[in-house]
């Protein structure tokens, strides 16, 4: 089996690549040199292409595709032309006119882009909600954006290019609770400041309201100034509150769902449709895209 890593833009196809080696050989291709240097000395196995043209070439049965965001429909419409499965890193749009885009496309149902935190055990093991027990949710993401403050990965905190902190960190609290409560739901309002990281382009902190077409209400939390990472998902019934927590564990290629999400994109590989329908990855990015704008 030969898996491509289309683009090394983040830290998540370092990773993925970790996992991936394991089971497939693996051909990378990314323009930054420092980028691909830094992979090649991780994976010295991985076969090297110069171009997305030449890595697709290749014929890989499945491909890993991070590139900024604003390349992402082009390379992804050159992925999907081949027809093999495909996972997207997250998020697949920070934007409007990137959205569009994305919806111009005819993305088929070995498609899969996520937030990884979907696929994390302590979430996977949750019980189907049952939306008309529930009056209101919320998730809380604690992830630092430090880092960005220091000028790496400048796109990532571009609003109108990475779609900054309400996006990137965003999506893994829209993503679970969309996961759980499904994809009829629409952004009420949302907001972000800086109260930390001061060389930000974008925020550290944000917030989001949400409601979904049954009359549930959410919110999405995001503090991007903290000591440590985490995930938490509340839901509030009548007789009380429920709590999912996500963290790394000893372990957190596992804990916070990197390798469910490998293993996902290997069944995709092997035929099966992705397990999270474009549909459901279709409302996250609007959510997101809408949050971008409301907060600006």
Request: aromatic residues 6%; charged residues 25%.
């Amino acid at each position: 089996m030969r898996i491509a890593l289309a683009g090394l833009a983040t830290s998540h196809p370092f990773t993925d690549a970790r996992t991936l080696a394991r089971h497939a050989e693996l051909v990378v291709w990314e323009p930054d040199p420092e980028r691909l240097r830094r992979f090649t000395e991780e994976q010295p196995a991985a076969t090297v292409k110069g171009s997305l043209d030449e890595l697709l070439a290749a014929d890989p049965d499945g491909v890993v595709l991070t590139v900024p965001n604003p390349r992402v429909p082009r390379a992804l419409e050159a992925v999907l032309e081949t027809g093999v499965a495909c996972f997207v890193n997250k998020p697949a749009a920070a934007t409007r006119a990137q959205l569009d885009a994305l919806d111009r496309l005819d993305v088929h149902d070995r498609v899969l882009s996520s937030s990884v935190l979907r696929f994390a055990p302590a979430f996977a093991a949750v019980e189907p909600v049952e939306p008309a027990e529930v009056l209101a949710v919320r998730a809380t993401v604690r992830h630092d954006v430090g880092l960005w403050a220091t000028g790496y990965n400048p796109w990532q905190d571009t609003p109108d290019e990475g779609g900054g902190t309400m996006v990137t960190m965003g999506i893994h609290g829209v993503e679970l609770l969309v996961a759980l409560l499904g994809p009829d739901v629409r952004l009420a309002g949302a907001a972000g400041a800086v109260r930390h990281y001061t060389g930000l382009r974008s925020e550290d902190t944000g917030v989001m309201a949400l409601r979904w077409e049954s009359g549930i209400t959410g919110t999405v939390e995001i503090l991007g100034v903290s000591d440590g990472e985490s995930y938490t998902v509340t839901l509030h019934r009548r007789d009380g509150a429920e709590s999912i927590v996500i963290e790394s564990g000893e372990d957190p290629v596992k804990g916070l769902g990197y390798e469910g999400t490998i293993e996902a994109f290997l069944a995709m590989v092997a035929g099966a449709p992705s397990p999270v329908p474009w549909k459901e990855t279709r409302a996250v990015l609007d959510v997101l895209v809408s949050a971008r704008e409301a907060a600006r």
